[in-house]
């Protein structure tokens, strides 16, 4: 497996499988595993040794285990943000402001954008608050997924202050004439320009989001069925959303204030440390 073997275009089946299987069985990590396991027959390696050898070189690694170490830690700040009342009471902050559908959904997009340092932390961030808005306002939320989602993800490859852009330049390191994370970083920062997708991507979004670009294809229905029916969740419908997120309530009493500074440590070597602050009240 570790043999550099030119496989044509069967190398391909694997990929398409996968994503065959992803939009059939709506099950990401059941079709994963099972293109990894068509990639490995192709090779001619044992299904059963190989997918495990695998398993361990994908899975072992500093910086499989530097991602996990991050989301553990951004889902300990969500749920010490809930906790606090903190998403809360810019909720009800912003509540106060919001005062129409269209205003609802451009929250949610403006929020995604500016809460842009990961693509995890922001729709966990932001959903919590701008759920109760759009479900007044009968967005439904297949659009809200897609508000935060498309406004936040993107906005990440865009952003050189990010723990994609960190992430990024770490895996640069060693390809071509680049040596050194400091200047894997500086080659992701000369190619936002010419990132079409992710610029194309956070825009469309935003104009969707202000009824710029009408709704089409499934979401227009979605939308139909939220504004005619009053329904945000299509009937039978299974929300992706943690049951934990509802069971964390905040402390009664206490006044929502709280300043919270936070670090993404250094990865191979990076100089680029990301440093931020949130501020609420």
């Keep these: 497996m570790d043999e550099s073997i030119n496989y044509g275009i069967i190398s391909l089946i694997p990929i398409f499988l996968t994503l065959f299987l992803a939009f059939k069985t709506k099950d990401a990590v059941f079709s994963l595993i099972i293109g990894c396991l068509t990639g490995v027959v192709i090779t001619g390696v044992d299904p059963a040794t190989g997918l495990s050898k695998l398993f361990q070189k994908a899975l072992g690694n500093a910086d499989f285990i530097w991602v996990m170490m991050i989301e553990i830690s951004i889902g300990i700040m ?132 202000y009824n710029i670009v009408p709704d089409f294809g499934p979401m227009k229905k979605a939308e139909l069925r939220a504004k005619n029916e009053g329904k945000v969740l299509r009937d039978g419908a299974m929300p992706l959303i943690g049951e934990e997120l509802d069971q964390i309530h905040s402390l009664e009493g206490k006044k929502n204030k709280s300043l919270v500074l936070s670090f993404y440590p250094c990865f191979n070597n990076c100089y680029y440390c990301c440093w931020y602050i949130y501020i609420s009240w």
Aim: net charge positive.
């Design 78 to 209: 969500i749920a010490f943000y809930f906790r606090a009342g903190v998403i809360k009471a810019f909720g009800d902050w912003a509540a106060t402001r919001i005062r129409s559908r269209r205003a609802a959904s451009g929250f949610g997009w403006l929020l995604g954008i500016f809460v842009f340092f990961s693509d995890y932390f922001s729709p966990l961030f932001s959903g919590p608050i701008v759920r109760p808005l759009t479900d007044k306002y009968k967005i439904s939320r297949e659009k809200l997924a897609y508000l935060l989602d498309s406004g936040s993800a993107p906005v990440c490859t865009l952003i050189p202050l990010s723990g994609w852009a960190v992430y990024i330049a770490g895996l640069l390191k060693g390809y071509g004439p680049i040596t050194n994370v400091g200047e894997g970083m500086s080659v992701f920062i000369r190619s936002i320009p010419y990132n079409f997708y992710g610029w194309f991507a956070v825009i469309l979004t935003g104009l969707i989001a």
